[in-house]
């Protein structure tokens, strides 16, 4: 192994771990950050020249630019440092702050004051929790650089888990209201103009995927196997096979009662162990 790519070997298990210990060194712990999905990503970088996260890490990072919480370990992996020591006088950029009030406020004052000395086209594309009462969400949406603030209703649009690296379910159809918001200078509004068409197209992006198309299901290692459900290719097998949560006993003949009694009533089947 070479110097550099056991220098990046090493900078990959401590970012891992670094973040990991953010979370709370647990999957279920911590305030893991609700990702944006890729046809999101696709559709602004599409439609307003999106190119760099201002908000992201190693592990989940869409476009090959990206700020990042640890500059110390993510250089390597393309991170251009931490949000708030990042300058742009001009771009297209995407804004997914942690779900936390001072980061929000923060970002709202660093973003204001960008716009507020760039003399080239600079856009922002920001999504909050729609704290309408929050001084953070407040100061985004009273901002006189919003040119557009949509919201996306419970349920009605999903997320991407932030732990996505180490998780097998992946969207999860959001418990609250969203707020997605573009912040422009005048040379942004004339260069990427936010038309309801291209709201619409985010706001299609952002829908949580049809059953018939990609099934989101919740998986648990943690839970017991008669309780636990799984996201997973058809062909793929499981250590737990989902419960159909009702009495199988009703419509079951004798016979089969009997055939399921004499073989344990279920559960792993050997040719499980023998795949």
Not at 111 to 135: G, I, T, Y
Request: net charge positive; proline share 6%; aromatic share 10%.
């Amino acid at each position: 192994m070479d110097k550099v790519t056991d220098e990046r070997t090493l900078g990959a298990i401590s970012q891992t771990s670094r973040y990991s210990t953010l979370q709370g060194t647990h999957y279920k712990a911590g305030n893991m950050q609700a990702a944006i999905p890729p046809r999101v990503f696709e559709t602004l970088e599409k439609r307003f020249d999106v190119r760099c996260e201002l908000f992201a890490s190693p592990l989940n990072a869409h476009f090959k630019e990206f700020c990042s919480a640890s500059a110390m370990t993510d250089r390597a992996f393309g991170s251009l440092g931490n949000a708030f020591d990042f300058e742009p006088s001009e771009g297209s950029f995407e804004c997914n702050p942690p779900f936390d009030e001072e980061i929000i406020s923060r970002l709202a004052g660093h973003v204001e004051r960008l716009l507020s000395r760039a003399k080239k086209p600079l856009s922002f594309f920001v999504v909050v929790p729609k704290w309408n009462d929050s001084r953070g969400w407040m100061r985004l949406a009273k901002s006189v650089y919003c040119v557009s603030n949509t919201t996306l209703e419970a349920k009605e649009h999903a997320f991407v888990s932030g732990a996505q690296h180490s998780r097998i379910d992946q969207l999860t159809p959001s418990a609250a209201p969203t707020s997605i918001l573009f912040l422009q200078n005048k040379a942004g509004e004339k260069k990427w103009p936010v038309t309801p068409e291209g709201v619409a197209a985010i706001r299609e992006a952002f829908a949580p995927p049809k059953k018939e198309a990609e099934r989101v299901e919740k998986w648990d290692p943690d839970a017991t196997t008669w309780s636990c459900s799984r996201r997973l290719p058809t062909d793929a097998k499981s250590w737990v096979y989902k419960n159909k949560k009702r009495d199988q006993s009703v419509d079951e003949s004798p016979a089969k009662k009997a055939k399921k009694k004499k073989s344990g009533g279920g559960g792993l089947s050997a040719s499980f162990f023998r795949d």
